[in-house]
């Protein structure tokens, strides 16, 4: 259906290490999304893919539309405490462009 | 900031109660949605609406109910609140040209 499986649901890792987090469906999606929600917040946009292929970059993440359309993937590079959060990614189903979904998220813990 | 705001920010009631959650935007925006996070399911879709009067359901629809008279209210009813239904809400709006979603600061309720 139109569900999001995001990957891993969460990683510790130490400062400064890399980190890749991957979001995979069953149907087709027009956009991806890749959000951050910090404690007590509601969720912000990072990223945001428009076209298979698409590959973005903001600052130290980096973001794939897959070519399939039925993925995406989103990189942290030089990870630092302030990456501590839950990450999201959503998308916009093809075959309803109004409706909006969200992966189960993944919850990342920097180590100083 | 994104005007949106939610009310109450925290509500606990009992179970069998009706509840009543409000989004309110001030950006005109056409779509606006409401979300529940839960641990290990991420955020959600309950209901969303794409106009004045104009509403569909997501996945987890049942035991919820909206309505959206005003392009700035999008107002999400639990008519008769169960514990399952202890959660946090999340409101988020959306422009007609904009992929990106506009999250709420969220409403923590709890059904006892």
């Known amino acids: 259906g139109q569900q999001l499986n995001q990957s891993p649901q969460s990683m510790f890792i130490q400062e400064g290490e890399d980190v890749s987090m991957n979001c995979t469906s069953s149907?087709?999606?027009?956009?991806w999304l890749w959000y951050k929600q910090e404690p007590g917040e509601g969720p912000v946009l990072l990223i945001a893919?428009?076209?298979?292929?698409e590959l973005t970059s903001n600052g130290r993440l980096t973001a794939q539309f897959g070519i399939t359309r039925k993925d995406s993937f989103l990189n942290i590079s030089a990870s630092i405490p302030s990456d501590v959060g839950i990450y999201f990614c959503?998308?916009?189903?093809?075959?309803?462009?109004?409706?909006?979904?969200f992966g189960a998220g993944t919850r990342l813990t920097v180590k100083p | 900031d994104a005007g949106i705001t939610q009310s109450p920010r925290h509500k606990v009631t009992e179970t069998g109660t009706p509840v009543t959650l409000r989004c309110h935007q001030t950006?005109?925006?056409?779509?606006m949605y409401w979300y529940r996070q839960d641990p290990g399911h991420g955020l959600r879709l309950i209901h969303y609406?794409?106009?004045?009067?104009?509403?569909d359901k997501g996945e987890v629809s049942d035991g919820y109910s909206v309505s959206r008279s005003k392009t700035e209210d999008f107002l999400l009813t639990l008519e008769s609140a169960t514990s399952s239904q202890t959660s946090v809400y999340f409101c988020?709006?959306?422009?007609?040209?904009?992929?990106?979603?506009?999250f709420g600061q969220g409403t923590r309720l709890t059904v006892v």
């Open positions: 988020a709006i959306r422009s007609s040209s904009n992929t990106e979603a506009f």
């Open positions: 149907s087709i999606f027009n956009t």
């Open positions: 893919l428009y076209k298979a292929g």
């Open positions: 959503a998308g916009q189903p093809s075959l309803n462009n109004n409706d909006m979904r």
């Open positions: 950006e005109n925006h056409r779509y």
């Open positions: 609406s794409y106009g004045v009067k104009d509403t």
